[in-house]
């Protein structure tokens, strides 16, 4: 009998990492994920390249997906691509391909929201001991370029409680990182240095911004201002004392941002709390939340670390509950930098 769970080719372009990922239903076969070394030199994602690296990596990917899932082309019964937000040329270069893909098979076409996907990464590779978070709960995303508190009602009701008025938290590990010196993108060495860190810590100064908003920019600043009086320049920070330097910069970051979730548990009420995005990689943050969980009896959701990263998996969980829920797949639409959560995707 034929299996009645579509099978799903999914691609990610909205940045700088090319993914493409096969899934049955939720359940991820592959999950291909190419990252563009060319930005490390000029410190952050030039636009530019990123389209152009993408047009070159993505049929690759792709191939390399369908092969490790043991599919071909002609088994897939939907294609579901990333229509934004993110940078316009990296999202047209996904979406045309999306597009022929669907046109040449006569399969529907689902368009993802990225930061939405982000979330929907939690109900990925279901099993008996996991289904994901209950609704609704409470989920910081916490990326590159957004930073939001959102309330999840449903895989497709998601209401923004609260965001960055300013950088994304991502944004403000990769130019804290960039002031050091360290590499892009800086997240992941701040975080590497900082759990080499004793308990010596530099205070820098505390945003003040209202609501359940967040701002990072003023943080940076910070940062500027004190190792400089402190060494100088922030590129002097000398080696032995850069653990330290980290550990108060990641600090001061997730102070501020998990403030504003025990804020948002206090208001609302839900106990049940997840985390999305590039920075829910961050073994700080895993560590602080799973803490403030046991303490305060809150249910913490912690992604798989595969799917913390931009990856093509969590575009095709977007895209399966857009299919369970009955959304109509169409082919006239368009890739777009900005799509807020609450408004309809297509069209
Ligand atoms: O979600 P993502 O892959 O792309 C966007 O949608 O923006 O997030 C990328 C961001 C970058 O700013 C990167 O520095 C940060 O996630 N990041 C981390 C860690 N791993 C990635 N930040 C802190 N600690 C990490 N371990
Ligand atoms: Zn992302």
Known sequence: ?????????????????????????????????????????FGGVVPELASRAHQTSLW????AALDDAGVRLHDLDAVVCTQGPGLLGSL?????????????????LYHAHHMRAHVLAHFLNPSSENS????????????????????????LDLVVLGETLDDAV??????????LGLG??????????????????????????????????????????????????????????MPEVCASIQDALLDHLLDKLVRAVAQTGLH??????????????RHRLTELGTANGWNIYLPPLA??????????????????SGIQPVLHAHAQARIPLQTELLG
């Open 1 to 41: 009998m034929a299996n009645t769970v579509p099978l799903l080719l999914a691609l990610e372009t909205s940045c700088d990492d090319t993914g493409a990922a096969v899934l049955r239903g939720l359940t991820v076969l592959s999950n291909r994920v190419a990252g563009q070394l060319q930005h490390a030199e």
């Open 60 to 63: 690759p990917v792709v191939q």
């Open 92 to 108: 047209l270069v996904g979406h045309s391909f999306a597009k022929s893909v669907a046109l040449a098979l006569a399969i529907p």
């Open 132 to 155: 994901g978070p209950a609704f609704p709960f409470l989920c910081a995303t916490v990326s590159g370029g957004h930073t939001q508190l959102l309330r999840v009602n449903g895989p």
């Open 170 to 179: 991502g944004e403000a590990y990769d130019k804290a990182a960039k002031i």
């Open 184 to 241: 892009y993108p800086g997240g992941p060495e701040i975080d590497r240095l900082a759990s080499q860190a004793g308990n010596e810590r530099i205070a820098f100064g505390k945003p003040s911004v209202g609501e359940l908003n967040y701002s990072f920019s003023g943080l940076k600043t910070s940062f500027l201002n004190t190792l400089t009086k402190l060494f100088g320049a922030p590129h002097n920070v000398p080696k032995e004392r």
């Open 272 to 285: 049940d709390v997840a985390v999305a995005g590039g920075v829910s990689a961050n073994s700080g943050l």
């Open 307 to 324: 799917f913390t990263t931009d990856n093509a998996a969590m575009v095709g969980a977007d895209g399966y509950f857009q299919l369970l």
